[in-house]
Structures are given as structure tokens and as C-alpha cells.
């Protein structure tokens, strides 16, 4: 199970007009398709801002990755949106952010959330792979670009917790060997 296989099409998100870090946060969130993610929105978001007014989540570089355990997730759910202006989100480098990836997760998934979290940001920090998000024209090229993170995500725990549907979130057409 690879990073990419978190990121769907429909949450992708290139053109964020939002400048500002709690009012792009509600963009990306209305913008998202719930498909099953998310129960409610509107009290997914209040969470997710919750939890960015405790610290934020800007980890330098132009990078922000707001993420929450939220009951209102019935799976987890990656988001990447892109503001080429640039969002003021308090980064610790004091730069804006341009790529966010927004996560949320229900809380029994902390252990695969966690790690994801953690590849993705080790993935982002790649100088090749934020320009090439940041450049990207379509979706098919972010998706591409994710595609290239081949960490395999799982500890031997969490593989044995997928191959025993604990954690049901293959895309079609993908297994747990890798």
C-alpha cells in the first residue's frame, strides 16, 4: 500500500482562491466530494480548524499538512490543494504555503493515519516532488507525481490489520504485497 493509493482524483484541488489559512481550509472542505468520507462537513471543518487554532500545521517549505481524527470521517481521507499565490498559515518559516494537504481520519485508524502522515511529509520534503506538484497542469499529472512515493506505508502490524480488513481502503486494482 503506496501514499498514492490515499489521494482520489476528485480530491484534488488545483486552483485555491482562499489566501488566508481558516478560510482556505473551508474552501478546500466545500470543494471535497463526500463519497462516503465524511458524514458531515460543516462539523469536519469546525474540527479541523479546531485543531490548526492549537498549533499550525504549516511544516515549512511552502508545505501545509492540517490534519484531525474526527468521527465525522468514516475512512481517511487525503486532500491535496494547490495555491500558487500563496496561503498566509503561520508557518514557522514565515514563508506562504502552496501545496495543503488536508487529512482526516476516524480515530480507530490512528496507527495507518499516523504513518501516512509521516510518509507524506518525508515525501513532500522531496525538492523534486514539491516542484513538480506545484507545476502540475492536471490531475492526472498530481496523481502521477504521488504515484513516485514507493515507501511501503504498512508495518508488518498494520499489513496483517489490511489482509484482515481492519483497514478496507484499497483502491481497485491494488494489493497489500507491496
Known amino acids: ?3 498514492g493509493q490515499f489521494l482520489d ?7 485555491i482562491q482562499s489566501q488566508e489559512r481558516f478560510a ?4 478546500i472542505i466545500e470543494r471535497v466530494t463526500t463519497d462516503g468520507y465524511l458524514r458531515n462537513k460543516v462539523k469536519a471543518l469546525d474540527e ?7 498549533a499550525t500545521t504549516a ?7 492540517p490534519h484531525v481524527f474526527t468521527d465525522e470521517a468514516n475512512r481517511p481521507l487525503l486532500v491535496m490543494a494547490r495555491s500558487k499565490a500563496g496561503v498566509a498559515f503561520e ?7 502552496h501545496l495543503i494537504f488536508v487529512a482526516l481520519a476516524p480515530r480507530k485508524d490512528k496507527d495507518l493515519f499516523i504513518n501516512i502522515l509521516y510518509h507524506l511529509a518525508r515525501f513532500l520534503k522531496v525538492k523534486e516532488n514539491f516542484d513538480d506538484l506545484l ?20 508495518s508488518e502490524k498494520l499489513k496483517r490489520l489490511v489482509k484482515d480488513e481492519v483497514y478496507p481502503y484499497r483502491l481497485p486494482g491494488t494489493t497489500t504485497s507491496s
Do not use: C, F, W, Y
Not at 482524483?9 to 486552483?15: G, S, T
Open 91 to 97: 508557518s514557522l518559516d514565515g514563508n506562504p504555503v
Open 48 to 54: 479541523l480548524i479546531e485543531r490548526e487554532q492549537l
Open 24 to 27: 482556505s481550509l473551508e474552501e
Open 1 to 3: 500500500m503506496q501514499l
Open 9 to 15: 482524483r476528485e480530491h484534488v484541488i488545483l486552483d
Open 135 to 154: 507545476e502540475a497542469e492536471e490531475v492526472t499529472d498530481v496523481l502521477a507525481v504521488m504515484a513516485r512515493a514507493k515507501d511501503n506505508l504498512l
Open 59 to 65: 511544516v515549512g517549505g511552502g508545505i501545509a499538512i
